[in-house]
């Protein structure tokens, strides 16, 4: 039986389009018994027109958290946008030179500022339109060199990213990198998104297991009563005879200790 104790892809208001608080989001968990949360806001330009440190300000004082919460650990995350085909984050190329006082500091860029403070990154794709000219070699390539940034942990979910690419390259590169793919309940639990992704999703759940590529599991919650609810992941990974050892969220400890 496969066993899921941690939700490690979830959101909150700063997210703008979810709904729920971090506390809601905690409390959630802890009413389902989960033994960790991760919160992963996306850092994306889908938020705001202008992409400064002060429109994403939430991401440079997370050292206020707690790092238990309600019986809950609790870890700080983001859903970065993968924005060209060389598989660089969003951010990259935005430059900061000063604090959210407007104060003169050593220039640096949005995303090392931000992701700085973030205990690991999911690397995702929202919006596909740079690789509409891309070869799927090309794509292939971005996704490696995604999983090569130090703070991405997790590609998320690549069964729905609309992305033609070559899966067994991407799963080996994250193996051999000893980072995780991502199962992600929204992908295949939403009639809507299920009906183009779930014929993909077990593609990637099959291979994953015959490759030994270790899998994360995300809610992709935007509201607290979602946060922790995995049937349909469970019963994907089951339908293919999931390792059990190849399911990174089994437990915190595991979790923990696959951070980079």
């Known amino acids: 039986m496969i066993r ?15 709904y729920s ?12 018994n989960l033994e960790l949360l991760g919160v992963t806001d996306h850092f994306s330009c889908m938020l705001f027109d202008q992409q400064t440190l002060k429109n994403f300000q ?10 238990e919460w309600r019986g809950i650990r609790l870890l700080h995350g983001c859903e970065a946008d993968i924005v060209d085909v060389e598989g660089h984050l969003f ?25 700085s403070a973030c205990d690991y990154a999911i690397a995702s794709i929202h919006r596909d ?35 033609d690419f070559e899966l067994d390259p991407v799963l080996e590169a994250a193996r051999d990198l000893g980072k995780l793919i991502e199962i992600n ?13 779930l014929r993909r999703c077990e593609d990637v759940a099959q291979r994953c297991a015959e490759l ?13 009563p979602k946060v922790g609810g995995y049937a349909k992941t469970k019963e994907l990974l089951e339908s293919v005879d999931f390792p059990e050892e190849l399911v990174a969220c089994s437990s915190a400890e595991r979790f923990l200790s696959l951070l980079p």
């Open 4 to 18: 899921i104790a941690c939700d490690v892809h979830t959101h909150t208001l700063f997210s703008r389009h979810a």
């Open 21 to 32: 608080t971090l506390e809601e989001n905690v409390r959630a968990a802890s009413a389902k």
């Open 58 to 67: 939430y991401f440079i004082n997370m050292s206020a958290w707690p790092k």
């Open 91 to 115: 951010g990259w190329d935005i430059p900061v030179m000063a604090n959210i006082t407007e104060e003169s500091r050593p220039e640096t860029t949005l995303k090392e500022k931000c992701l």
């Open 129 to 163: 339109d740079f690789c509409n000219d891309a070869t799927r070699v090309q794509n292939t390539q971005m996704y490696i060199n995604a999983l090569q940034d130090p703070k991405v942990l997790i590609l998320g979910h690549v069964g729905r990213s609309g992305v």
């Open 185 to 197: 309940e929204s992908s295949i639990a939403e009639p809507a998104k299920a009906k183009k992704s």
């Open 212 to 224: 030994g590529c270790m899998v994360s599991f995300g809610s992709d919650a935007h509201i607290s």
